[in-house]
């Protein structure tokens, strides 16, 4: 209910895991992140180590998490924007504000 009323949320969740199995896991994770060609591709949006570690970890623990909290925050508009806003009706232009960065969270 908190993305409906345009608000960022934040899940918070944690696992046991098993220390060597975390300690593989950081260790391939930090090389592929301090790899340049490896973080280009993730730039590029292309398949790269650094997602595929990253939904390992999702895929492997995901099923394992226990709940802790959510919470919510207002994300405020930024200095200037109502006033710009206000302009552009003013000068009887038609605007719509959209919330949320992904369609799915976007509320009119």
């Known amino acids: 209910a908190f993305s409906a009323e345009g608000l960022r949320t934040l899940v918070c969740a944690q696992a046991e895991l098993p220390l060597q199995k975390f300690e593989t896991w950081l260790t391939s994770y930090r090389a592929a992140a ?32 226990q709940l802790v909290g959510a919470t919510a925050i207002e994300d405020r508009l930024q200095d200037g924007v109502p006033e710009t806003v206000a302009s552009l009706l003013e000068a009887g232009m038609r605007v719509w504000v959209l919330t949320g960065d992904k369609m799915e969270t976007a509320i009119n």
């Open 34 to 65: 301090a790899d340049l060609r490896e973080v280009r591709k993730r730039q590029r949006d292309e398949p790269n180590a650094i997602d595929r570690l990253m939904d390992e970890v999702e895929h492997a623990f995901g099923d394992g998490l």
